[in-house]
């Protein structure tokens, strides 16, 4: 029985030796990191949270597992629990993607891919990577940051030299289709108003960028343009308390998505802004009860800056607004939002993060079912978070 | 007056222990990399993960877990500490965009590593033996 017992035992060590080689070989490789946040707001719940009571309804687990077969190769998959109030409360797919590089000038990844459209985009759910516990929402809503991050299809990368005195320049082209679940942040407030999109809103979209990182040592210099084809046919239904529920269609317009950005790091500071337009207009109807147009015109941008304190400790401002020419006139037409914030990392693996909002309109994060008793015009956020990667 | 010249042989006397203190790093490589010196600026995107090749090579990085070597290669060439740089590469990492380079522990587990891959590069102490490597003069 003990011969049995130790021949077993050393077979399972041979096997577990064996596939631990074979690991190596691969180069897999496992890493994740986990936050939790703390939120309280005066006035207004914001995130469909209640805030105002103090809310720790903001947690993301993500585990991240990627292997280098060969060295022109790497395959990669992330996953991600995301709770926010009522949103998510689910697993998701990040990305699921194949990348070869081929050199420098030129590499490819497909499958689910980041979306590397403006200065943010494809590192903004990367909580370990930035000083701030929440990007300025002007441009990268948490509330339908699941469905911004990432599309189905591929991405076509690389660096070109420019030479000695004018730096490099990188690219990214991609295509491919995008969706909004129907419960992403943007169908909020219909869906408050009894239009739900029962498939949520999927197209195509394609679009490029470039990031010419200059001579001056530091400053990054960028522009990138979204593009999306008519999105038509989307099915919805209106659900009319009393009178029962009617389906239609939503019929979005071509439209773009140009952004500009820039840069500049060095040693202890880190200075950034970005500039963006999102005009779209398209229709909705349901036969019987309704056909009308809809157009928005959302002016965004952002300036931050931070400084690192000491090797432990870096605070930061931005300043984030929003809005919406196409809009009605009324809180809900602009956001403006001074966020100042500290982060300190105890370790490369723990940090914490602190920051206040001083939010003025309520645009952006704020929805009716949560503010019963109407939106005020300004709240003051505090956020609280800790954070553990490896 | 004296104040003037007292600071500025301070200032002096600072700027040589900097000048010293990157001197006892070194950037060694696999004898398979072509390139037999490297910019600052090459070397940065090399350890960034910005870029993959070096001197029309590919090449592959290998870090120091720790250590005083590991805190002055970075400090001197990259501009950030361990901590910093380490959240960079996650950014990458978890973005899809690169594998974490890996990571050994002591000059000689570097000097072995490089010497038997090809197109591995690393930085080591320069007092530390590297024998069967090639070291690269940082322009």
Same mark, same amino acid.
């Given at each position: ?69 060969? $060295?022109?190769?790497?395959?990669? #998959?992330? =996953? ?5 109030? @009522?949103?998510? %409360?689910?697993?998701?797919? *990040? ?119 200059? $001579?001056?040592?530091?400053?990054? #210099?960028? =522009? ?5 084809? @008519?999105?038509? %046919?989307?099915?919805?239904? *209106? ?152 | ?139």
């Amino acid at each position: 029985m003990k011969r049995l017992l130790v021949g077993a035992l050393s077979l399972v060590l041979g096997a577990v030796t064996l596939t631990a080689q074979s690991l190596e070989d691969l180069n897999i490789q496992i890493h994740g990191y986990a936050t939790q946040g703390f939120l309280y707001s005066t006035q207004n719940n914001i995130f469909t949270t209640n805030s105002t009571d103090g809310s720790p309804a903001w947690t993301e687990a993500v585990l991240n597992v990627g292997a280098q077969p060969i $060295p022109k190769l790497r395959v990669s #998959v992330q =996953a991600r629990y995301f709770l926010l109030g @009522n949103f998510g %409360n689910a697993i998701t797919l *990040d990305f699921a993607s194949a990348d070869y590089k081929a050199n420098d000038k030129f590499g490819v990844r497909f499958g689910k891919v980041k979306t590397p459209s403006g200065l943010f985009n494809e590192i903004q759910d990367i909580d370990p990577g930035y000083i701030w516990a929440l990007l300025p929402q002007s441009l990268y809503p948490l509330t339908s940051r699941n469905s911004q991050l990432a599309h189905y299809g591929g991405v076509v990368y690389g660096t070109l030299n420019l030479g000695t005195n004018l730096g490099k320049l990188e690219y990214r082209g991609w295509g491919g289709e995008r969706s909004y679940p129907s419960d992403d942040g943007v169908l909020l407030s219909s869906r408050e108003a009894g239009i739900v999109f029962p498939n949520g809103f999927s197209g195509p979209i394609f679009g490029g960028a470039l990031h010419w990182k200059t $001579p001056v040592s530091g400053l990054m #210099v960028g =522009a990138s343009d979204l593009k999306q084809p @008519n999105w038509n %046919n989307t099915q919805l239904t *209106d659900t009319i308390p009393g009178y029962g529920t009617f389906s239609g269609i939503d019929n979005s317009h071509a439209n773009n998505v140009p952004s500009f950005f820039a840069r500049y790091e060095k040693k202890k500071v880190m200075v950034a802004g970005e500039d963006s337009r999102y005009a779209s207009k398209g229709s909705l109807s349901v036969p019987g009860l309704f056909s009308e147009t809809y157009r928005n015109d959302q002016r965004r941008w952002y300036a931050m800056a931070s400084y690192k304190l000491s090797d432990k400790l870096t605070a930061g401002v931005y300043d984030s607004q929003y809005v919406d020419h196409q809009a009605v006139l009324g809180l809900a037409r602009y956001s403006k939002d001074w966020a100042i914030s500290g982060r300190y990392d105890f370790s490369q693996f723990l940090y914490a993060k602190a920051e206040q909002h001083i939010i003025d309109g309520t645009a952006l994060g704020f929805d009716t079912d949560m503010n019963l008793g109407g939106l005020k015009p300004t709240s003051k956020l505090t956020i609280l978070k800790i954070g553990v990667s490896f | 007056m004296k104040k003037l010249l007292y600071a500025l042989l301070i200032a002096a006397s600072a700027s040589i222990f900097v000048v010293q203190a990157k001197a006892q790093v070194i950037v060694i490589a696999n004898n398979s990399v072509k390139a037999s010196e490297v910019s600052k600026n090459d070397l940065k995107d090399v350890f960034t993960g910005a870029s993959t090749s070096l001197g029309g090579g590919s090449v592959v990085p290998i870090l120091l877990k720790s250590g005083t070597a590991n805190e002055e290669f970075l400090q001197a060439y990259i501009g950030k500490n361990d901590t910093a740089y380490r959240a960079g590469w996650r950014s990458l990492v978890f973005s899809g965009q690169a594998t974490m380079p890996k990571s050994v522990d002591g000059d000689a587990a570097v000097v072995e590593f490089v010497a038997h891959n090809a197109g591995a590069i690393g930085y080591i102490s320069k007092a530390s033996p590297h024998e069967g490597v090639k070291v690269l003069t940082i322009k």
